[in-house]
């Protein structure tokens, strides 16, 4: 890696240290029981909207009813975007003549664009109508990363909490962070986008002559604001194909940098909040610490692989730093506008978070790069995660950590003072085996069937990566493509988006599980035999249980895809 590599890794980390523990307490802020907020500007537009739509903000939910508004308000969200995609080619506002979206794709996108998954099987600018990009698309963009808040709050009472049977209003939960978090920072960043070349405007396809008078088309639309709440709540889903690999979304090196900081920043900052709520900022910094240990090493891991390239290349000529320099590292499917390293950098990321952006193609990375970058979707998305659910999820290796613990030591394991007990671990052995089984199963059918097979572009190991990367793209709900696979089947859209449901819902409604049965203990006082979790002794168990779990569940299928093809390079 050359100077600027590192000057923009080291920038990266420096702004988001400074930048998460502040937003983090605002975060505690927004969602913080004893704070009267009817009575600012915001509190009355909340107010106003909480009467129309006839919802009692005084009136808490138990873990039940809670689920159930999540799952109402998800499903009519899939039946919402789903019949937009039908009808489009009705409905105005849809300057490039776009066609009704056939049915399969239209089943996988509306439950992709719902579970905050943001895979995309068809090209952007030309399938979808600006209508719905605005009315359907976009507007998932936020309220999907609003549900995953809202459910990582209602974990965080369910810790916190003593004796109570109630975990927040969902109804509630879902506009405050929507209102007052992802809309104003989308709003702020959108108008950073525009200044630094991201397209926003109203037009359709424009045809340009240039002066060699050659004619080229040219796609408008609404960009820069999608483009900002794609990252911030970690979706993932391009106005077009190419994704943030187009210059029309991502200009130049400050947008890309921009990017890549957004799609970080509130799952990041999640960890602050959560210290703040639990009234203790250290055990939030533990969460945060074993967070950042995660991304950094596939982050720097990710970079140091692409930047070197090909060994088999690298090493043509005398001198092998004079053949690396010249050779740039791995540039296939890569943008000479962002280089290698910066291109590993934004993989690391997007696939360390549930984003699914991308500004190269992960299908063309090295055989230990694209490997790190799939490792990365298995970890279950907690290094840091999506908006919410990278918390929750994290949060649920750690009550995992302390029980591991209390087996060590010989007591009943604790955490922020609540008995993990029998019912508590029966539900965390659901959420960590359900999507690693959907990820194995469906993979492992679409390897015996020939249609499913052909779909990939290469045979071997990398072929078999292509195929298990998709589902576990789907499953944990990332949404990014290694890009060999041809998707866009009746198989894979139907198989993809049964995966992206489970993925999601199954889980929200364990957390809940969790945290209902959590939320209704009484909290245990701290003596000698109570394992410290504000500590650095815990977050390095914290990480190492990660690595250990995820590591028996996947390593089979891992050391049949990139790590044979690396070694055999």
């Given at each position: 890696?050359?100077?600027?590599?590192?000057?923009?890794?080291?920038?990266?980390?420096?702004?988001?240290?400074?930048?998460?523990?502040?937003?983090?307490?605002?975060?505690?802020?927004?969602?913080?029981?004893?704070?009267?907020?009817?009575?600012?500007?915001?509190?009355?537009?909340?107010?106003?909207?909480?009467?129309?739509?006839?919802?009692?903000?005084?009136?808490?939910?138990?873990?039940?009813?809670?689920?159930?508004?999540?799952?109402?308000?998800?499903?009519?969200?899939?039946?919402?975007?789903?019949?937009?995609?039908?009808?489009?080619?009705?409905?105005?506002?849809?300057?490039?003549?776009?066609?009704?979206?056939?049915?399969?794709?239209?089943?996988?996108?509306?439950?992709?664009?719902?579970?905050?998954?943001?895979?995309?099987?068809?090209?952007?600018?030309?399938?979808?109508?600006?209508?719905?990009?605005?009315?359907?698309?976009?507007?998932?963009?936020?309220?999907?990363?609003?549900?995953?808040?809202?459910?990582?709050?209602?974990?965080?009472?369910?810790?916190?909490?003593?004796?109570?049977?109630?975990?927040?209003?969902?109804?509630?939960?879902?506009?405050?962070?929507?209102?007052?978090?992802?809309?104003?920072?989308?709003?702020?960043?959108a108008i950073a986008l525009v200044g630094l070349g991201v397209v926003q405007n109203t037009h359709g396809n424009r045809t340009y002559t240039s002066s060699a008078n050659t004619?080229?088309?040219?796609?408008?639309?609404?960009?820069?604001?999608?483009?900002?709440?794609?990252?911030?709540?970690?979706?993932?889903?391009?106005?077009?194909?190419?994704?943030?690999?187009?210059?029309?979304?991502?200009?130049?090196?400050?947008?890309?940098?921009?990017?890549?900081?957004?799609?970080?920043?509130?799952?990041?900052?999640?960890?602050?909040?959560?210290?703040?709520?639990?009234?203790?900022?250290?055990?939030?910094?533990?969460?945060?610490?074993?967070?950042?240990?995660?991304?950094?090493?596939?982050?720097?891991?990710?970079?140091?692989?692409?930047?070197?390239?090909?060994?088999?290349?690298?090493?043509?000529?005398?001198?092998?730093?004079?053949?690396?320099?010249?050779?740039?590292?791995?540039?296939?499917?890569?943008?000479?506008?962002?280089?290698?390293?910066?291109?590993?950098?934004?993989?690391?990321?997007?696939?360390?978070?549930?984003?699914?952006?991308?500004?190269?193609?992960?299908?063309?990375?090295?055989?230990?790069?694209?490997?790190?970058?799939?490792?990365?979707?298995?970890?279950?998305?907690?290094?840091?995660?999506?908006?919410?659910?990278?918390?929750?999820?994290?949060?649920?290796?750690?009550?995992?950590?302390?029980?591991?613990?209390?087996?060590?030591?010989?007591?009943?394991?604790?955490?922020?003072?609540?008995?993990?007990?029998?019912?508590?671990?029966?539900?965390?052995?659901?959420?960590?085996?359900?999507?690693?089984?959907?990820?194995?199963?469906?993979?492992?059918?679409?390897?015996?069937?020939?249609?499913?097979?052909?779909?990939?572009?290469?045979?071997?190991?990398?072929?078999?990566?292509?195929?298990?990367?998709?589902?576990?793209?789907?499953?944990?709900?990332?949404?990014?493509?290694?890009?060999?696979?041809n998707g866009a089947t009746d198989w894979y859209n139907i198989t993809l988006g049964i995966c992206m449901l489970i993925g999601r819902f199954w889980l929200i409604v364990v957390?809940?599980?969790?945290?209902?049965?959590?939320?209704?203990?009484?909290?245990?006082?701290?003596?000698?035999?109570?394992?410290?979790?504000?500590?650095?002794?815990?977050?390095?168990?914290?990480?190492?249980?990660?690595?250990?779990?995820?590591?028996?569940?996947?390593?089979?299928?891992?050391?049949?895809?990139?790590?044979?093809?690396?070694?055999?390079?």
């Amino acid at each position: 890696m050359v100077i600027n590599d590192w000057l923009t890794f080291i920038t990266l980390i420096s702004l988001l240290v400074i930048t998460a523990p502040l937003l983090g307490k605002y975060i505690a802020h927004i969602f913080d029981d004893s704070d009267k907020k009817s009575k600012s500007y915001i509190g009355r537009c909340e107010n106003r909207i909480f009467r129309l739509c006839g919802i009692d903000a005084g009136k808490e939910q138990t873990w039940q009813i809670y689920a159930r508004a999540v799952l109402a308000f998800s499903a009519l969200s899939i039946v919402f975007v789903y019949i937009i995609q039908r009808v489009q080619n009705h409905l105005p506002f849809n300057p490039t003549n776009a066609k009704a979206v056939d049915p399969f794709t239209a089943f996988n996108t509306s439950v992709s664009f719902v579970t905050n998954t943001n895979w995309q099987n068809y090209s952007g600018e030309s399938t979808m109508s600006h209508f719905t990009q605005m009315i359907a698309l976009a507007v998932q963009n936020f309220v999907s990363a609003g549900v995953g808040l809202a459910v990582a709050i209602a974990l965080i009472r369910g810790l916190v909490r003593v004796r109570s049977g109630t975990l927040g209003n969902f109804w509630v939960d879902l506009i405050r962070g929507t209102l007052r978090l992802l809309i104003p920072l989308a709003f702020v960043f959108a108008i950073a986008l525009v200044g630094l070349g991201v397209v926003q405007n109203t037009h359709g396809n424009r045809t340009y002559t240039s002066s060699a008078n050659t004619s080229f088309v040219v796609p408008g639309g609404m960009v820069a604001s999608q483009e900002a709440i794609k990252e911030l709540g970690t979706n993932g889903g391009g106005f077009y194909n190419a994704n943030s690999a187009h210059p029309f979304e991502n200009p130049n090196a400050v947008s890309n940098f921009l990017e890549i900081y957004l799609l970080l920043l509130i799952p990041f900052s999640l960890p602050f909040a959560f210290g703040r709520m639990a009234g203790n900022i250290k055990e939030g910094v533990v969460v945060f610490v074993a967070m950042f240990l995660l991304w950094f090493v596939s982050a720097f891991a990710v970079m140091h692989f692409e930047a070197g390239g090909n060994p088999k290349l690298t090493t043509v000529g005398a001198n092998q730093k004079q053949s690396e320099q010249i050779i740039g590292g791995n540039m296939e499917g890569k943008e000479a506008r962002f280089g290698s390293a910066a291109s590993g950098l934004f993989g690391a990321s997007t696939t360390a978070t549930s984003t699914g952006s991308v500004n190269s193609t992960h299908d063309s990375y090295t055989a230990a790069g694209g490997g790190i970058v799939l490792a990365n979707i298995m970890l279950g998305e907690v290094s840091p995660g999506g908006v919410g659910s990278g918390l929750y999820g994290m949060l649920i290796f750690a009550i995992l950590s302390v029980f591991i613990a209390g087996l060590m030591v010989g007591r009943t394991p604790e955490y922020l003072g609540k008995k993990i007990q029998a019912a508590e671990m029966k539900l965390v052995t659901i959420y960590l085996l359900i999507v690693p089984f959907v990820v194995l199963l469906f993979s492992s059918i679409s390897v015996l069937m020939g249609s499913a097979l052909s779909s990939r572009t290469n045979p071997g190991s990398h072929g078999l990566s292509e195929i298990v990367y998709a589902f576990a793209s789907a499953s944990n709900n990332n949404g990014s493509a290694f890009g060999g696979l041809n998707g866009a089947t009746d198989w894979y859209n139907i198989t993809l988006g049964i995966c992206m449901l489970i993925g999601r819902f199954w889980l929200i409604v364990v957390v809940l599980a969790i945290a209902g049965s959590l939320g209704v203990k009484t909290r245990v006082p701290k003596n000698a035999g109570t394992f410290p979790t504000a500590s650095s002794i815990f977050a390095f168990l914290l990480v190492a249980v990660v690595i250990i779990v995820v590591g028996l569940t996947y390593f089979p299928v891992l050391a049949l895809g990139p790590i044979v093809e690396h070694l055999g390079l």
